[in-house]
């Protein structure tokens, strides 16, 4: 089982659309979980930290279930721009808390 | 968001070349520096760990004699890809993280597209 798994889509959606992300990951000791965006051929860019109390930042909104081991992302109004890759990014536990990558969400937003 | 800086962006070298990718943190002291390869569509994959002052920790399957990592201040990392072949084309990423505390945020280089021909 790989540490973080996240379905790789593409997810494709219309523009206004809603759309939903999950991310399950292996280790029940981690601490921190991010969320980041990367687009074609550039690299990751933090989107939103993911807090135990769910936290939300305009459109988006990150929750964490610790139970599940899963932290999920929801895009409100999807924009044209929105269209990337979201990375499901896990600090493992470890000497020095590694981040580590789920291979990433595609989402196409279209007109 | 803190800033890190990775020279060159792109490069092209031919096979059995060396090449040295820097990874700059430019406005924090980055204790802890990451190494990540991403092939075309697929997940970045941690390549080593090193924090300054200390030998790099690889993950398995990453060979230490043909990366060279080097952290030698708390702003600059080097990846030093030796006698690079054709299967080490990709794309390198470094990331940084400050003192404030292990299991805070990354930031990521502009990341390194390496072509060998």
């Known amino acids: 089982r790989k540490e973080v798994e996240q379905d790789p889509g593409p997810f494709n959606v219309p523009e206004g659309a809603t759309v939903a992300f999950n991310c399950t990951y292996s280790?029940?000791?981690?601490?921190?979980f991010f969320w980041y965006r990367q687009d074609c051929r550039k690299e990751p860019k933090l989107l939103m930290s993911?807090?135990?109390s769910g936290n939300e930042d305009g459109r988006f909104t990150a929750q964490l279930n610790r139970a599940s081991q899963y932290i999920s992302l929801l895009i409100r109004d999807s924009k044209l721009s929105d269209s990337a890759t979201y990375l499901c990014?896990?600090?493992?536990?470890?000497?020095?808390?590694?981040?580590?990558f789920g291979r990433g969400t595609s989402l196409i937003v279209h007109p | 968001g803190a800033v890190v800086s990775q020279h060159p962006s792109w490069v092209i070298c031919k096979s059995g070349t060396s090449v040295k990718i820097e990874c700059r943190s430019l406005?924090?002291?980055?204790?802890?520096m990451f190494w990540y390869r991403q092939f075309p569509k697929q997940s970045l994959m941690l390549m080593a760990t090193?924090?300054?002052?200390?030998?790099?920790?690889?993950e398995q399957g990453v060979e230490k004699d043909k990366f060279l990592i080097n952290h030698a201040s708390l702003t600059l990392s080097t990846l030093t890809v030796t006698s690079a072949h054709p299967e080490d084309s990709s794309f390198y990423i470094c990331?940084?993280?400050?003192?404030?505390?292990?299991?805070?945020?990354?930031?990521f280089g502009q990341g390194t597209r390496l072509t060998v021909v």
């Open positions: 993911v807090y135990s």
């Open positions: 406005d924090f002291q980055a204790t802890t």
């Open positions: 090193s924090n300054e002052g200390s030998k790099a920790t690889y």
């Open positions: 990014v896990v600090n493992m536990k470890g000497g020095s808390y590694i981040p580590t």
């Open positions: 990331s940084a993280r400050g003192p404030e505390g292990l299991n805070t945020e990354a930031f």
């Open positions: 280790n029940s000791a981690s601490q921190s």
